[in-house]
């Protein structure tokens, strides 16, 4: 194989094995770490802050902590599974020391029409990446951390392999010219 072409298929290959593991990173080791969930961003609700299918790791938060400012995951009403990724724009407490959260998305003109109610509030967004959601979305949650734990080892595989042949191509002694 010529040298350019060996060349470029082993900075392919080193570039396909540091983002297998930077996706990997990002989306399945700290978010275990964090105890964190990915949830998917599936409206354009919070852009420029996050566009649709931005994958979004929201971290368990204690409700006291919450700011305004901080973009948090929530039920869109208690008990049901479907939830919202919004800005707070403001805190409401009551005479009880109670208190609730009203949100709005970056791109909209509005806030909410309901106040979040601390039972809802899943977590704070700890940090997202874009494009990663409409990944998530296609694959179903008993077999995401499968297929990317497969996808990163075939890729880690492949590049250890490219780094063994290259190393024993240079072992091999070269070949004499008649």
Do not use: C
């Amino acid at each position: 194989m010529p040298k350019p072409l060996r060349a470029a298929g082993t900075v392919l290959s080193a570039s396909a094995l540091t983002a297998a593991i930077l996706i990997a990173l990002a989306t399945i080791i700290v978010p275990k770490l964090l105890g964190a969930t990915p949830y998917t961003v599936l409206t354009a609700s919070m852009e420029p802050t996050m566009s649709a299918g931005t994958l979004a790791i929201v971290q368990p938060i204690d409700t006291a902590e919450i700011a305004v400012g901080e973009v948090i995951t929530y039920q869109i009403a208690p008990g049901r599974p479907e939830v919202s990724t919004h800005r707070v724009v403001g805190i409401n407490t009551n005479s009880g020391g109670g208190h609730t959260f009203i949100t709005q998305g970056d791109a909209n003109a509005h806030p909410d029409a309901e106040p979040v109610l601390p039972v809802q509030v899943r977590g704070a967004v700890a940090y997202s990446v874009p494009w990663l959601g409409h990944i998530n979305s296609a694959v179903n949650s008993a077999t995401r951390n499968n297929l990317l734990l497969a996808a990163a080892g075939t890729l880690i595989a492949y590049g250890l392999w490219q780094l063994g042949s290259g190393i024993s191509s240079r072992r091999q002694p070269a070949a004499t010219a008649r």
